[in-house]
């Protein structure tokens, strides 16, 4: 089955520690994408890349950090300097000829304890 | 930068058309996109629209874009209760060098049986 998966589904971390997110796709999609939702908030960009080792900045850039070193995988590292980490993050995949055919993994809902 | 406003709740009575709306800023969109969430879950792509149309029907989705006022509706034909979910918009503009979606915050849809 191709699809966009993400681990775990919760997360729970003690303030200080920085936490790894997975996200990894099987569609063959060049472009990834990270986004964090809110309660009563829409999805806000944290992160993107259009192709292996290379990412750049969301809206919401700070704290976070992102590696592309495969096609399939985007792990996103929340760090220690994220002042209010708690939210649900998501991760879509898109084939980057456009963005018409964007898919979205189920969520990651990370708590900070 | 760039804005897509929703209200955020509507409730419907199981049979009645839901009509959800949204305005955005940006009058160089490329592509205006209507997402589905359900509770606890990713995003799941309804329908998009290019923005030199004016409208697109797809089943029960009948989707209205007037560019003049930056107005995209969504109607859903026939509101059964699996249709209770919070429902995004979001748009794209291919002639930047951003290559990702802004979103609204989401209109949760309530339908009563």
């Known amino acids: 089955d191709g699809g966009i998966t993400q681990s775990p589904k919760y997360l729970f971390r003690k303030e200080g520690q920085n936490v790894t997110l997975s996200c990894e796709q099987n569609l063959n999609h060049d472009a990834m994408y990270w986004y964090r939702q809110d309660p009563g908030q829409g999805l806000r960009l944290i992160y993107y890349s259009q192709i292996v080792n290379d990412f750049q900045k969301g809206d919401i850039a700070e704290g976070y950090s992102v590696s592309r070193e495969k096609k399939e995988s985007f792990p996103l590292t929340v760090t220690s300097a994220q002042k209010n980490p708690t939210a649900f993050y998501l991760c879509a995949s898109c084939s980057g000829r456009n963005l018409n055919e964007q898919f979205f993994g189920p969520g990651t809902r990370l708590t900070v304890l | 930068g760039e804005d897509v406003e929703q209200s955020l709740f509507l409730s419907v009575r199981e049979g009645d058309s839901s009509v959800i709306n949204c305005t955005y800023t940006?009058?160089?969109?490329?592509?205006l996109y209507w997402y589905k969430q359900e509770p606890g879950a990713g995003l799941q792509l309804l329908t998009y629209i290019f923005s030199n149309m004016d409208m697109k029907q797809d089943q029960r989705l009948t989707v209205l874009l007037n560019k003049k006022d930056k107005h995209l509706s969504l109607r859903i034909a026939d509101t059964q209760t699996g249709d209770s979910a919070i429902y995004f918009c979001a748009e794209s503009n291919e002639d930047t060098g951003r290559r990702a979606l802004t979103f609204g915050s989401g209109t949760r849809l309530q339908v009563q049986p």
């Open positions: 940006d009058s160089s969109s490329t592509y």
